[in-house]
């Protein structure tokens, strides 16, 4: 079994070492204002609303990993549980303990939260299972964070225990798989946990920028002519696309009647607007980096003969879409809406913030599963 | 179609405000420019407010729209070259008309069916953040040029500033000249204090938790004090307004009584408004009236501030304030020991407090259980110097709360010390949410007023407040005005009020 290779220097960004039986003792120490603690004369408040587990198999991304940690506990006060898991080697342990703090937004005091890290060689089911409950705080939510690939690590015995289940299925290679596993895992536990995709959190600013444009009564009136939907994403986006064709679909109570030629362009069936087609087109104009507004680029609805309406960046990238009503029933109007980009952090501590049911995403779960497949 | 299908419970679970016209009447006013336009503009960065929404500023000297936009911009444009002012500010426009002038109200409805005819929604929102003295002509002009009439599909609102009436005749008089022209279930009468988080979180605290509601009552508590500090005076001109009124129409009839009838309520049948509202109403008509001078003296303290130091720096009393009467009879200062006469609450004084120029500003509510029997440790000599178990709801600032108790003492004696657990909004969430006019404002978009006072709310306030102004202001023998020095926590006078059944003011 080949030995694993881990870059010592990226272990740096995970604080003090410590011995796994100390880390209780540490954190203790920590916040009681021992050595390591904040300079405070007014002291240090521990913030924890929930336990965060991060799991990741890659071992270059820990220095990365521990800044959106401590990005996204700004938002979202947790116990971050970080697993850097290495499948090869003998079953061993290290593990790390650091403190992301803050000054209160009024400047009082300083606010404080602890990441706990491990890396785990030899990892299994079993290690990974056990160091993860261990280590939480008790009564709090468990958040679990899968980076990457679902692997054999994911079993019965680790999700019947979590309250969420975080994933990217734009990092998925064989994302029709991935979801028929991740389905399997849902129904069997009964849904006890909640999941949602980073992918399908991506599409939240145009999501809601659709609803507002239909708050409307002229534009909600033409949607009865609806013909088709238009969505520009951006490279290695692909599946926000997906998710935002299979929750219009949802939205309308449409049901996929057909694929048409190798593009992505659907054609779905409702009793009240008849068909209507959903297209998505990669924008090969845009890198991810430049995209201002996460995945997707811009969303065209074109409603026959009661007009069009666009929502998308007219000019420069800002921080707000221009959506644009052009309906034969009113004069031309814009509005601007938000879209700021957002880390990956942000995307977790929305989740984290927004809790709920998620019931939206798993409506629209068996379409984008077909979507995939086709 | 009738509804927009694109909403998702999962993304927005309040109720989702419907496009509209903002008519503000006052519109060159400070509330206004600091607090009306800037709350609209932040919901707009936020992307929360409907689409078709415009705002018509409604007042008396002359403007032109650009003009009224160049006005608003210092206090709400975050940036040179903001591209959402730019546009936001395309949806505001001034109309410029006399209160009193029948014709400028005649313009202004010609002017919002023009804006109806080019794609508006028929729906209005009528803001009085005039000074009050206009609101009857305000409201009378609405009806008589037909603007309080609900165009076809859309309808027509109303939200009005306090303070609402100086007194009950007035608040009756307002009243109904309001209900001549919109029906109750169109008319918002704000209370900022009921858009702030904490306010709100009264009732999830107490009917989200099984832990306080079961303790909620006479058997466990033994005293609730509300207290409201502010540590500023009489800056800005403010006298004037101010010493027509007094702390006791200016905060108490509102705020405080509404923040009383929340910790005092029963649970309410539904999360409606009116479910929420019958049940606060049943607790003002259970404030056991303090009725002829005497009452009063037993249970209330007025005062002014004398000259002293605050923040460091020397003050003058408030007799020498800036635009006030230098004979002047108006409070700064009130303290009341309420009584509510319910089975509930039989027996536990609820003592409430509002001061100018106190040592620092903040309003809290305190809920003060009972001791626990004085058998073994509290029975250990000086066991009962130490506070029992205080529940506080920090309302501003520092929003949060607190619970404390007693604790042993780390050693071989069985000494007491008290603790406390504390949660923090700030430290918690990272913030305490959008500020309370956004919050409002949105609200009455969406026609949910439960965070509004209903009209037998109010007037059920001044029922209450009345005796006592009657008793200071029209008896032979009034009640004496007490002093304190400024930066004090006010007259030994309040001490003794509570002093009577042992109590003492929690030190904030």
């Given at each position: 079994m080949a030995t694993a290779v881990i870059d010592e220097s990226e272990l740096q960004s995970l604080g003090s070492e410590v011995a796994v039986g100390d880390i209780d003792a540490e954190l203790y120490r920590f916040f009681s204002g021992g050595?390591?603690?904040?300079?405070?004369?007014?002291?240090?408040?521990?913030?924890?609303?929930?336990?965060?587990?991060?799991?990741?198999?890659?071992?270059?991304?820990?220095?990365?990993?521990?800044?959106?940690?401590?990005e996204l506990t700004r938002e979202a006060a947790c116990r971050a549980i970080l697993i850097l898991a290495e499948p090869a080697g003998s079953p061993a342990v290290r593990s790390w303990v650091q403190a992301h703090c803050r000054l209160s937004e009024r400047g009082e005091k300083t606010v404080c939260t602890e990441q706990v890290s491990f890396l785990l060689t030899g990892a299994n089911a079993s290690l990974v299972r056990n160091t993860v409950f261990a280590h939480l705080d008790s009564d709090l939510p468990l958040i679990f964070w899968w980076r990457g690939e679902l692997s054999d690590v994911f079993e019965e015995r680790l999700y019947s225990r979590l309250d969420r289940f975080i994933f990217d299925s734009s990092q998925w290679s064989q994302p029709g798989d991935q979801f028929l596993r991740l389905s399997a895992a849902v129904k069997e536990s009964g849904n006890s946990f909640v999941?949602?995709?980073?992918?399908y959190t991506r599409s939240h600013p145009m999501r809601t920028a659709?609803?507002?444009?239909?708050?409307?009564?002229?534009?909600?009136?033409?949607?009865?002519q609806l013909e088709s939907f238009e969505i520009d994403y951006v490279p290695s986006q692909r599946i926000s696309a997906l998710w935002l064709a299979a929750w219009i679909a949802g939205r309308l109570g449409a049901t996929l009647e057909s694929k048409m030629s190798s593009l992505d362009r659907f054609v779905f069936q409702t009793e009240k607007q008849g068909n209507f087609s959903v297209t998505c087109r990669e924008d090969a104009a845009v890198s991810e980096g430049e995209s201002p507004c996460d995945s997707l680029r811009g969303v065209r609805i074109n409603l026959g003969a009661a007009g069009a309406i666009s929502i998308g960046h007219d000019g420069d990238p800002s921080d707000f879409w221009r959506i644009r009503w052009q309906l034969a029933e009113a004069s031309d109007r814009e509005k601007l809406f938000p879209c700021r980009a957002r880390s990956e952090a942000d995307l977790v501590a929305e989740i984290l913030i927004r809790a709920g049911r998620n019931r939206a995403m798993g409506d629209a779960m068996p379409t984008l599963r077909q979507l995939i497949v086709l | 179609m009738d509804t927009n299908p694109f909403h998702e419970d999962d993304l927005d679970l309040r109720n989702r405000p419907e496009p509209c016209t903002v008519v503000i009447f006052g519109a060159t006013g400070d509330?206004?420019?600091?607090?009306?336009?800037?709350?609209?503009?932040?919901?707009?960065?936020?992307?929360?407010?409907?689409?078709?929404?415009?705002?018509?500023?409604?007042?008396?000297?002359?403007?032109?729209?650009?003009?009224?936009?160049k006005d608003l911009e210092g206090e709400t444009k975050k940036n040179q070259g903001d591209a959402l002012w730019e546009q936001f500010s395309k949806t505001i426009f001034y109309h410029?008309?006399?209160?009193?002038?029948?014709?400028?109200?005649?313009?202004?409805?010609?002017?919002?069916?023009?804006?109806?005819?080019?794609?508006?929604?028929?729906?209005?929102?009528?803001?009085?953040?005039?000074?009050?003295?206009?609101?009857?002509?305000?409201?009378t002009h609405l009806r008589n040029a037909g603007l309080n009439e609900p165009r076809e599909q859309g309808w027509s609102r109303v939200v009005v500033e306090k303070p609402f009436g100086v007194d009950l005749p007035s608040a009756k008089h307002l009243?109904?000249?309001?209900?001549?022209?919109?029906?109750?279930?169109?008319?918002?009468?704000?209370?900022?204090?009921?858009?702030?988080?904490?306010?709100?979180?009264?009732?999830?605290?107490?009917?989200?938790?099984?832990?306080?509601?079961?303790?909620?009552?006479?058997?466990?508590?033994?005293?609730?004090?509300?207290?409201?500090?502010?540590h500023l005076g009489m800056e800005g001109g403010r006298g004037g307004y101010y010493d027509t009124a007094g702390a006791l129409r200016d905060m108490v009839q509102n705020h405080l009584l509404q923040l009383l009838s929340l910790i005092a309520m029963e649970p309410p049948a539904d999360l409606s408004a009116d479910g929420v509202r019958d049940e606060k109403v049943k607790v003002l008509k259970c404030l056991r009236p303090m009725i002829g001078e005497k009452a009063v003296a037993e249970n209330v303290v007025r005062a002014q501030y004398t000259a002293g130091t605050v923040n460091g720096q020397p003050v003058v009393g408030y007799r020498r304030e800036n635009r006030v009467n230098p004979g002047s009879m108006t409070e700064s200062y009130v303290a009341l020991r309420i009584m509510i006469d319910n089975w509930r609450w039989e027996g536990v004084p609820f003592y409430v407090r509002m001061g100018k120029r106190l040592p620092k500003k903040s309003t809290e509510i305190s809920i003060h259980f009972k001791q626990a029997p004085k058998v073994l440790f509290n029975a250990l000599p000086g066991a009962g110097d130490t506070p029992g178990n205080v529940l506080v709801i920090r309302i501003q600032p520092n929003e949060g709360i607190s619970l404390g108790m007693r604790s042993k003492l780390p050693g071989p004696a069985a000494r007491l010390q008290p603790v406390k657990m504390d949660f923090d909004y700030q430290t918690s969430f990272g913030g305490s949410g959008p500020e309370a006019y956004q919050r409002l404002l949105l609200d009455a978009m969406a026609g949910d007023a439960t965070l509004f006072a209903r009209r037998d709310e109010v007037e059920q306030a001044w029922?209450?407040?009345?005796?006592?102004?009657?008793?200071?202001?029209?008896?032979?023998?009034?009640?004496?005005?007490?002093?304190?020095?400024?930066?004090?926590w006010g007259p030994k006078e309040a001490d003794e009020l509570l002093k009577e059944r042992d109590h003492v003011w929690r030190r904030l």
């Amino acid at each position: 079994m080949a030995t694993a290779v881990i870059d010592e220097s990226e272990l740096q960004s995970l604080g003090s070492e410590v011995a796994v039986g100390d880390i209780d003792a540490e954190l203790y120490r920590f916040f009681s204002g021992g050595e390591g603690a904040p300079d405070n004369p007014v002291g240090i408040a521990r913030a924890s609303l929930l336990n965060l587990a991060v799991y990741t198999e890659d071992s270059a991304s820990v220095s990365h990993l521990t800044a959106t940690i401590e990005e996204l506990t700004r938002e979202a006060a947790c116990r971050a549980i970080l697993i850097l898991a290495e499948p090869a080697g003998s079953p061993a342990v290290r593990s790390w303990v650091q403190a992301h703090c803050r000054l209160s937004e009024r400047g009082e005091k300083t606010v404080c939260t602890e990441q706990v890290s491990f890396l785990l060689t030899g990892a299994n089911a079993s290690l990974v299972r056990n160091t993860v409950f261990a280590h939480l705080d008790s009564d709090l939510p468990l958040i679990f964070w899968w980076r990457g690939e679902l692997s054999d690590v994911f079993e019965e015995r680790l999700y019947s225990r979590l309250d969420r289940f975080i994933f990217d299925s734009s990092q998925w290679s064989q994302p029709g798989d991935q979801f028929l596993r991740l389905s399997a895992a849902v129904k069997e536990s009964g849904n006890s946990f909640v999941t949602h995709d980073l992918a399908y959190t991506r599409s939240h600013p145009m999501r809601t920028a659709i609803a507002r444009v239909f708050d409307d009564p002229v534009a909600r009136q033409a949607l009865g002519q609806l013909e088709s939907f238009e969505i520009d994403y951006v490279p290695s986006q692909r599946i926000s696309a997906l998710w935002l064709a299979a929750w219009i679909a949802g939205r309308l109570g449409a049901t996929l009647e057909s694929k048409m030629s190798s593009l992505d362009r659907f054609v779905f069936q409702t009793e009240k607007q008849g068909n209507f087609s959903v297209t998505c087109r990669e924008d090969a104009a845009v890198s991810e980096g430049e995209s201002p507004c996460d995945s997707l680029r811009g969303v065209r609805i074109n409603l026959g003969a009661a007009g069009a309406i666009s929502i998308g960046h007219d000019g420069d990238p800002s921080d707000f879409w221009r959506i644009r009503w052009q309906l034969a029933e009113a004069s031309d109007r814009e509005k601007l809406f938000p879209c700021r980009a957002r880390s990956e952090a942000d995307l977790v501590a929305e989740i984290l913030i927004r809790a709920g049911r998620n019931r939206a995403m798993g409506d629209a779960m068996p379409t984008l599963r077909q979507l995939i497949v086709l | 179609m009738d509804t927009n299908p694109f909403h998702e419970d999962d993304l927005d679970l309040r109720n989702r405000p419907e496009p509209c016209t903002v008519v503000i009447f006052g519109a060159t006013g400070d509330l206004t420019h600091r607090k009306l336009i800037p709350a609209l503009y932040n919901l707009a960065m936020k992307g929360d407010l409907p689409a078709g929404l415009n705002v018509i500023g409604f007042a008396r000297r002359e403007k032109s729209d650009e003009e009224f936009r160049k006005d608003l911009e210092g206090e709400t444009k975050k940036n040179q070259g903001d591209a959402l002012w730019e546009q936001f500010s395309k949806t505001i426009f001034y109309h410029q008309s006399e209160f009193q002038d029948l014709a400028g109200y005649e313009r202004l409805r010609d002017r919002l069916d023009e804006m109806d005819r080019e794609g508006g929604t028929g729906n209005r929102l009528y803001y009085l953040a005039s000074a009050p003295e206009f609101f009857d002509d305000i409201l009378t002009h609405l009806r008589n040029a037909g603007l309080n009439e609900p165009r076809e599909q859309g309808w027509s609102r109303v939200v009005v500033e306090k303070p609402f009436g100086v007194d009950l005749p007035s608040a009756k008089h307002l009243n109904q000249i309001v209900s001549e022209t919109f029906p109750e279930r169109d008319t918002y009468r704000i209370d900022h204090y009921l858009g702030k988080e904490t306010a709100q979180n009264i009732m999830v605290l107490r009917f989200a938790n099984s832990l306080f509601e079961l303790l909620w009552n006479n058997r466990c508590i033994d005293q609730v004090q509300i207290t409201c500090a502010e540590h500023l005076g009489m800056e800005g001109g403010r006298g004037g307004y101010y010493d027509t009124a007094g702390a006791l129409r200016d905060m108490v009839q509102n705020h405080l009584l509404q923040l009383l009838s929340l910790i005092a309520m029963e649970p309410p049948a539904d999360l409606s408004a009116d479910g929420v509202r019958d049940e606060k109403v049943k607790v003002l008509k259970c404030l056991r009236p303090m009725i002829g001078e005497k009452a009063v003296a037993e249970n209330v303290v007025r005062a002014q501030y004398t000259a002293g130091t605050v923040n460091g720096q020397p003050v003058v009393g408030y007799r020498r304030e800036n635009r006030v009467n230098p004979g002047s009879m108006t409070e700064s200062y009130v303290a009341l020991r309420i009584m509510i006469d319910n089975w509930r609450w039989e027996g536990v004084p609820f003592y409430v407090r509002m001061g100018k120029r106190l040592p620092k500003k903040s309003t809290e509510i305190s809920i003060h259980f009972k001791q626990a029997p004085k058998v073994l440790f509290n029975a250990l000599p000086g066991a009962g110097d130490t506070p029992g178990n205080v529940l506080v709801i920090r309302i501003q600032p520092n929003e949060g709360i607190s619970l404390g108790m007693r604790s042993k003492l780390p050693g071989p004696a069985a000494r007491l010390q008290p603790v406390k657990m504390d949660f923090d909004y700030q430290t918690s969430f990272g913030g305490s949410g959008p500020e309370a006019y956004q919050r409002l404002l949105l609200d009455a978009m969406a026609g949910d007023a439960t965070l509004f006072a209903r009209r037998d709310e109010v007037e059920q306030a001044w029922s209450f407040i009345d005796e006592i102004e009657n008793a200071w202001h029209k008896s032979a023998n009034p009640p004496p005005m007490a002093e304190f020095p400024a930066g004090s926590w006010g007259p030994k006078e309040a001490d003794e009020l509570l002093k009577e059944r042992d109590h003492v003011w929690r030190r904030l």
